[in-house]
């Protein structure tokens, strides 16, 4: 069973960052992407940044220019820095694993709260 732990969350005024980090269980090179999402009150966990196995990253539209994912293999963990957070940001991110046998997996969250 592959586990992922999140680290990083917290409390930030406007304009703030933060770094989240998120440690897996086995090597990263075996799973065919990682990525973060995050699920604000009421309303549906969606995709915030994907990397892939030969470390091709997506971003959504909305952290497009403030959020980087990036990696450390070495490590086996995948990070998020989040520049020039805003309120509409806060939300719990979740890490997630999919694997090349459609098996995937799931951090446990990390609460992100943007607030003066």
């Known amino acids: 069973q592959v586990q992922l732990v999140e680290s990083g969350g917290g409390l930030v005024q406007p304009g703030g960052s933060l770094r989240l980090s998120c440690a897996a269980s086995?090597?990263?090179?075996?799973?065919?992407?990682m990525g973060w999402y995050r699920q604000a009150p009421g309303k549906q966990r969606e995709l915030v940044a994907l990397?892939?196995?030969?470390?091709?990253?997506n971003h959504a539209e909305s952290v497009k220019g403030r959020f980087t994912i990036s990696r450390d293999v070495a490590k086996n963990t995948v990070y998020l820095q989040m520049n020039s957070l805003k309120p509409e940001d806060t939300a719990v991110y979740y890490c997630?694993?999919?694997?090349?046998?459609?098996?995937?997996?799931w951090g446990q969250g990390t609460q992100v709260t943007v607030s003066s």
């Open positions: 997630n694993a999919a694997g090349f046998s459609r098996d995937n997996y």
């Open positions: 086995r090597n990263i090179f075996s799973f065919d992407a």
């Open positions: 990397i892939s196995s030969i470390g091709s990253t």
